[in-house]
């Protein structure tokens, strides 16, 4: 019985764990600042460095270095590449994002298009919803017409 229970116990290569997070907090997580009084509402930031456990200090190349809750913040998937340093310069910074491709991942991914979607529909005029009501409207008729 001995060696039963250490059987159950006992790790194989067949029993792989897996984390259920993948979007840890970590230096160089980009993520979205959610919080729509703050006035970085939108905008995309990278933790460069820690505070405590609910604060990071976050950067980006069109803001100022400042420190944000954690609660403030949406974690995205992107990762920069900071060679773990440390509250790199803003250089440093930008060069990495600039090698990771963040603004380019951004806009291929499903969240960010579906924010960029909800921005150009919000800058719409009033003949311009129109036109997309009418469009709507045919293309449903269309549609409609395929289906019977």
Known sequence: A???RLSLFSCTDSHVVTM???RNIELGR???VNLACD????KLVVIVDFVDMNRVLVDSPNITRCVISLRRLAITS???DLQEQRTPDAATLAAAMKACDVEGQW???AWGKKIAKQ???KNLS???RYKVMVARVKRSALIKKALK
């Open 2 to 4: 001995k060696s039963r």
């Open 20 to 22: 259920p997070f993948t």
């Open 30 to 32: 980009v993520c979205l």
């Open 39 to 42: 006035p970085l509402y939108g």
């Open 78 to 80: 992107l990762v920069v």
């Open 107 to 109: 806009a291929g991914s």
């Open 119 to 121: 921005a150009a529909r």
């Open 126 to 128: 009033d003949f311009d």
